[in-house]
């Protein structure tokens, strides 16, 4: 099994997710982010309607 490997301290989460991105087969990669998905808080705030509409992304915009 995959899965996602901790961070060490002298190296980056980000760094770390790429090389499993580039290591790793589809299966593996599937079964990693089911794994991540299953361990996420589900009482965590939701994005308001608002917040993902187009006329929020694009507001500032001129």
């Known amino acids: 099994m995959l899965g996602f490997a901790k961070p060490q301290p002298n190296l980056r989460i980000d760094v770390i997710l790429l090389l499993v991105h580039l290591t790793a087969t589809p299966e593996e990669l599937a ?3 089911l794994e991540w998905a299953s361990n996420r808080d589900r009482n965590s705030a939701l ?3 608002y917040a993902v509409s ?3 992304m694009y ?3 001129e």
């Open 31 to 33: 079964q990693a982010f």
């Open 59 to 61: 507001e500032n915009e």
């Open 47 to 49: 994005l308001s309607d």
């Open 54 to 56: 187009r006329e929020s």
